[in-house]
């Protein structure tokens, strides 16, 4: 039997939101930012499922990987608004993993959220010695098309509607697939990638295609808890990453999930 293979599905770090991941102890250019108690939980996590991952062949960081300017409620939660150092942030926590892997590659996000024009990718795919595989000679952009051990991967940050009823959207996207690889010559894939909404869900099709909606590394947001309400934003959060592996039996998709930590009630004499 050939040896398994693996590649790391990670979106929504959002570097640089104080909902989302950041390094203890960073310096940036307005000096240091204390991590909130749910950011130290976020970030031990992180770390922990770094020193548990096995030897990757790939990663793919699928969008919102910075905060940019917070415009959903005017930069009020931003670490700091700009982008150079919400990208210095972010290669500093993903140093650890560009150790344990061939390769990694990065896909556009949410366009308040990446600096898509102003490039702040790029400066974190060239810092990590990611593949340029995008056009116009960047690291990124929205659609990763790419065929890995006999599989193929269509990835792309945005998953469309759904939410509460992701399954359906599950389904939509199965049958979306095949129509536009059998109308339109979209290249078949077999495991089909996105992110965006922060809760995963995922599954196959009897053909053996595997649509996933990869969770996030960030906290319920101001922004998400106004637009769904404090209960769904709860309820719909997953936080972790998904690990692919493909060896002589197919390929196993794995949810690697970590329940958030227990809220404190403040008591009030
Ligand atoms: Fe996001
Ligand atoms: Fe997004």
Known sequence: MTKAAHILLLADLHCGSVFGTWVPGFQHSDGEHK???FQQWLYQNFNSMVGALPKLDGVVCNGDTIDGKNPYSGGRYCITPEPADQAAAAIELLKPLRKKTKWMRLV??????DDT???ALDVIGAELKCDKWAPGNHYSA????FDWRGKVFNIQHHTGNGLLYISGEISKKHMMASIAESDNNLPRADLIATAHIHSASGGWSGGGRYVVVQPCWAGPTNHAIKVM???????LLTVGAVLVTVDDLGMAVKLIRYPLPPLSVEKIE
Request: aromatic share 4%; net charge negative; charged share 15%.
């Open 229 to 235: 309400g404090v209960q769904r934003a709860y309820a």
């Open 142 to 145: 929205q659609v990763l098309s």
């Open 117 to 119: 024009a102003g490039g």
């Open 108 to 113: 556009d996000g949410t366009d308040c959220h």
């Open 35 to 37: 991590l909130t108690g």
